[in-house]
């Protein structure tokens, strides 16, 4: 059989999977920063009409899938497969959306990596030829998140200064496998190892997903032969400040300085003073920040090739109360301009 | 692109992928049931020398792959890919695995029927030149679910007579692209939707299920043509006594009787002696019942052609306490005796 590998790990997408669609929304906080004109939606508030904020996540990624469905007057009974994830207990927000979209289902699980776990498993579904539509989300919302893995946010709990604040926001992708008429296609993808250099600190994320985004970057180089000027930009999802010097420092000792064209979906999504400490995190940051700021840059022509990296952080509150540290992974797509080598 | 699909939804691997290695771990509750001797290793206690249940959950699931490992004199590091799943928040047991393995890693979540999503993942990474060996594994622990997604078991609650058994006990599988010397081979797969008909009683996860299997099965009829006497045995992950009636019935009001060759993973697992109620359930079940009972049949040519039905209820306690009803979710895979039509 046809081996669809370059080098030790990385997948070669033979025929360039099409980013057909993607929508984006965000909350309140998400639209005042510095992407904020670039979403498809801004949220009025937290609630957006539900009872529940588990209940707005869920509404939110319903709205996003649809925004993204509607730009291509697509239905969907057009798509073949729903993949999505998100940071809640058993992932409801993405299940529920499974039960209104009516699409076969795949539930995923990689924290904020899992964006990309699902836009690296879609393009292997579809260059497989199992599939000719596959939609991809990822979701988080700041209060669903704060309040089931750290502290409810009303307690006003102080956050340190590496915390990183969850990204209220979604993003939803449509993959298709005719590419000839595709702006935007994913050439090649890399799935990540579980790195677990012993940080224990859960209100220092960005410096536990590091040595993982790190890891991914590296091996992505090494297999493929390319080094960090091949790529207009090196996107890292959800690090935050302080995990993106990490990250850069431990690329840099294996050789490759990433330092001229490399930023964080954590960094870009909030300004300073927006009091933030490290930056966004969450589902919804890599996912909204790809949607809502990266792919429009392609399609003006202002990037032509990047190398997107979803991170996530592989704990619960269960398995910090019982004394582990805090593994990280990372998964990496190469995303082109269609018509760029 | 060749279509590798049959009929609406079902998927063809024309490169049958080769079960090539499996292996089951079952707490000392199954391990007395009436597969017990079937296991490859039974739990001492319900500890396994850990400090919690969730690290026994982990050790189960990295010994259950070491087991599987083994048979076949492979390591770690000749995996491509380790996809798994379980029902904790954030499937910790599952990601800490990876952690030990070291090898690129997918987690899934789709409750009790995530086996089979990795399964059918696992074969399309396959069939699709991505990946030459990957292993798959699903885990639960009857104490890890019980406190966790209803009540601490030291607490004694009494449990309705239609609720399930959490099964303690982890399956593992090595699947592969050379298929020439597979005794055992994986030749479809079926993604479920998302089903819900409005069932809100967590005490009854059967019943809950039992739509979502029965419209898998009936789209995987329709879709292929087959009918329920091509199969020697039609098995549903864990519906459970109850809920396995429930999916006999619709799927005969569908013009399919499956009644001479159908029965559940959670129906097998325990004698009715054992007190467990309606049954087993947890990810555990299908995993442990398929490697430690229905493979070990196949090679022993009493079964030759299996249509495999894990089942996964799409709850959290959070969704629960808001008032959601429990839509449920069923993938299918096709799994023959080599040399069989």
Redesign the interface.
């Known amino acids: 059989?046809?081996?669809?590998?370059v080098g030790e790990?990385t997948?070669n997408f033979f025929?360039p999977v099409a980013i057909a669609s993607f929508a984006s929304i965000v909350g309140p906080k998400e639209g005042k920063g510095p992407l904020g004109t670039g979403f498809d939606y801004v949220l009025p508030d937290n609630l957006y009409g539900q009872?529940?904020w588990?209940?707005t996540e869920q509404k939110m990624m319903e709205h996003c899938l649809n925004l993204a469905l509607a730009k291509k007057n697509y239905l969907p009974k057009d798509l073949?497969?729903f993949l999505a994830?998100d940071?809640?207990?058993?992932?409801?927000p993405s299940?529920?959306t499974?039960?209104s979209?009516?699409?076969?289902?795949?539930?995923?699980?990689?924290?904020c990596s899992t964006l990309v776990?699902g836009l690296v498993?879609g393009s292997?579904?579809i260059?497989?030829?199992?599939?000719k539509k596959v939609a991809v989300s990822s979701s988080s919302h700041h209060e669903t998140a704060e309040r089931?893995l750290r502290y409810p946010t009303e307690m006003g709990v102080q956050r340190t200064m590496t915390a990183q604040w969850t990204v209220t926001g979604c993003g939803a992708f449509i993959l298709e496998?005719n590419a000839d008429n595709a702006q935007i296609i994913i050439t090649q993808g890399?799935?990540?190892?579980?790195?677990?250099l012993g940080q224990a600190n859960a209100m220092d994320m960005g410096a536990a997903m590091a040595p993982a985004a790190a890891d991914t970057i590296i091996r992505y180089f090494k297999d493929t032969g390319r080094i960090p000027e091949d790529f207009d930009l090196i996107v890292t999802g959800d690090l935050g400040n302080i995990g993106r010097i990490l990250c850069q420092e431990l690329v840099l000792q294996n050789g490759y300085d990433i330092s001229k064209n490399y930023t964080d979906c954590g960094v870009l999504i909030y300004d300073p003073s927006q009091d933030t400490h490290a930056g966004g995190s969450g589902c919804g940051c890599s996912a909204s920040v790809l949607a809502g700021y990266i792919l429009p840059q392609i399609l003006a022509g202002k990037l032509r090739n990047v190398f997107f990296i979803g991170t996530g952080a592989?704990?619960?509150?269960?398995?910090a109360q019982?004394g582990?540290t805090i593994?990280g992974?990372a998964h990496g797509i190469g995303i082109q301009a269609k018509g760029v080598d």
Chains 1, 2 share one sequence.
């Open positions: 059989m046809q081996s669809n590998r790990q997948l025929s009872k529940s588990e209940k073949d497969f994830g940071l809640l207990n058993q992932i409801i299940s529920f499974g039960r979209l009516g699409v076969p289902f795949l539930g995923l699980y990689g924290a776990e498993l292997i579904i260059n497989g030829g199992f599939g089931q496998d890399i799935i990540g190892k579980v790195i677990d592989l704990l619960s509150p269960t398995s019982q582990e593994p992974i």
